[in-house]
Every structure is written in structure tokens, then in C-alpha cells.
């Protein structure tokens, strides 16, 4: 699976970004397809996760309610939609596919990775 991370920016609180997630090659293998965000001096966090088959979406405590993630019926493209951002939003975000049933939170699990895109968030 290959994936490819872009729509990153400089906004200020408050406002929205959308980021895009290219999927390509072995789409079909995908089971979970996550949202990471990576802030300095901070470990790598899931933060939206979306199963591929169907199941309810995923979404840490710190975006539930102003992140939303979605996909098209193609399935080789899926979307972030963040909203009410806040400075503490600010990293890199990848999206990543893991093609097991376990846990959408187990990282390690999450064999294919897209390039990072940066999202700042000015106050």
C-alpha cells in the first residue's frame, strides 16, 4: 500500500484545514486506515482512524467533535477535516494503513506509511 499525505498549512485558531490521503497499490488489504499527527518533542499520536470496511470511525479525546475523517467510494482517498483548530494541533500528520484486525490504537501494526504534511496552527 502506498499512501501519500498532503493539504498541510499555516492557519490561525480557529479555522479549518483539510488534509487528503492518497491510497494506491493493494488498496484491498487496507483494514485501518489512520491519522497520526507527530508534534516536537512529542511522540507520534493516532488521532483518527478509519476502518476500511465500513465500522465506525475512530477519533482521539483531543479531536472528537472538531476532526471528522472520511473516505470516497473509490477508497484511494481519505480525508481529514479539521476544524475549530487550536495551536496545540500543530505537527506533522501522516496517514498510515495497517492491514490486520487489531487494534486501530496499536501503532506498531501500521506497516504502510504516507509523508508527513505540516500543520500550524497560530494563536
Known amino acids: 500500500v502506498q499512501l501519500q499525505a498532503s493539504g498541510g498549512g499555516l492557519v490561525q485558531a480557529g479555522e479549518s484545514l483539510r488534509l487528503s490521503c492518497a491510497v494506491s497499490?493493494?488498496?484491498?488489504?487496507?483494514?485501518?486506515l489512520g491519522w497520526f499527527r507527530q508534534a516536537p518533542g512529542k511522540e507520534r499520536e493516532l488521532v483518527a482512524a478509519l476502518p476500511w470496511r465500513g465500522d465506525r470511525p475512530w477519533f482521539a479525546d483531543s479531536v472528537k467533535g472538531r476532526f471528522t475523517i472520511s473516505r470516497n467510494s473509490a477508497k484511494d482517498r481519505v480525508w481529514l477535516q479539521m476544524n475549530s483548530l487550536r495551536p496545540e494541533d500543530t505537527a506533522v500528520y501522516y496517514c498510515?494503513?495497517?492491514?490486520?484486525?487489531?487494534?486501530?490504537?496499536?501503532?506498531?501494526?501500521?506497516?504502510?506509511w504516507g509523508q508527513g504534511t505540516l500543520v500550524t496552527v497560530s494563536s
Open positions: 497499490r493493494r488498496t484491498f488489504s487496507v483494514y485501518d
Open positions: 498510515a494503513a495497517k492491514t490486520d484486525s487489531s487494534p486501530v490504537y496499536k501503532i506498531s501494526n501500521y506497516g504502510s
